[in-house]
């Protein structure tokens, strides 16, 4: 164990899970697996895992047990019937939920006696293992630093958040949210420029070098966010007004869904109607924070 090849468990053999114990098995770890459909295993096990007979089996047979199945539930009904076996293990849990949900997992692990990480994978399953696959991570320090050795062996993206266990699904949402906008915005340009026959993959390198100028208004917008001063140093909020109404008038003559420019131009004129109208775009954040509560 000195050199950080401790052995691990991987309980949920779905396509998320195979390529996690695949990535363990290539770091050279000791895994073991499982799965409630036990034939999911059998390609891991001709690869050199050990297929565990009962789900009490695999908890007991590593230190490090690593879940990720469909949902929190999924998780509970798993291990609750063997949780006396996480006593003195560390559970890292990669299924996806909220923010809550890790949280009380935590308490639920910490009850029974074990370490608990709880992560977020923001790759797709053919990407863990390479050092391009980010897998975020909320836990105590401590208990991380001492598991990060293995946990690499996932992605060279391997990043601790803090001891807040919550974080990594807050993470993983924003960035998802981040990701669908980007995608809808792309979609709903492939379809302007398609309807003058351009194929997208003719507008795509023009798409992909605005977007690169695009998020360089991040760093400002970011700063402004967090110190609250939203003086514009490149376009005020009343400027954006003329161009959103021509891609909404461009997009319904062509029988185009204009809903998101719709929704664009509308938080917009909010904002120039609350008396921002020479703020920075920055500003909209307002219209998506939470008001002070009494």
């Not at 977020?120 to 208990?143: F, H, K, N, Q, R």
């Not at 194929?199 to 690169?212: C, D, E, S």
């Not at 008396?275 to 307002?286: F, M, N, P, T």
Request: aromatic residues 6%.
């Amino acid at each position: 164990m000195g050199d950080g090849r401790v052995p691990v468990t991987v309980i949920g053999l779905g396509m998320m899970g195979r390529a996690l114990a695949r990535a363990f098995l290539a770091g050279e770890h000791p895994t073991t697996v499982w799965n409630r459909t036990a034939g999911r295993a059998e390609e891991l096990v001709a690869a050199g895992a050990a297929g565990a007979d009962s789900v009490a089996a695999a908890v007991s047979a590593s230190p490090l047990v690593v879940v990720c199945v469909r949902d929190y539930q999924a998780a509970y009904e798993i291990l609750g019937p063997v949780s006396d076996a996480l006593t003195g293990r560390l559970l890292v849990n990669l299924t996806s939920g909220t923010s809550a949900q890790a949280r009380a997992m935590a308490g639920w692990a910490a009850e029974r006696g074990a370490g608990y990480l709880d992560g977020a994978i923001m790759m797709t399953p053919p990407g863990i293992g390479t050092a391009e696959a980010v897998i975020l991570y909320g836990g105590p320090s401590e208990t991380f630093a001492a598991h990060r050795p293995a946990l690499t062996a996932l992605g060279g993206g391997t990043i601790h958040l803090g001891a807040d266990v919550g974080l990594a699904s807050v993470y993983d949402v924003a960035l998802l949210g981040i990701m669908w906008s980007t995608f809808n915005g792309f979609m709903h340009a492939a379809a302007l420029v398609g309807s003058e026959n351009v194929p997208a993959t003719t507008f795509l390198p023009l798409a992909r070098q605005w977007l690169t100028g695009v998020a360089s208004f991040l760093t400002p917008y970011a700063e402004q966010i967090d110190t609250g001063d939203y003086t514009a140093s490149d376009a005020t909020l009343e400027t954006h007004l003329s161009p959103v109404e021509h891609l909404i008038e461009e997009s319904r003559a062509r029988g185009i869904d204009a809903t998101a420019a719709e929704y664009t131009k509308r938080l917009v004129e909010e904002a120039v109607a609350n008396g921002h109208a020479l703020d920075s775009y920055a500003r909209i954040v307002e219209h998506f924070t939470p008001a002070p509560r009494a």
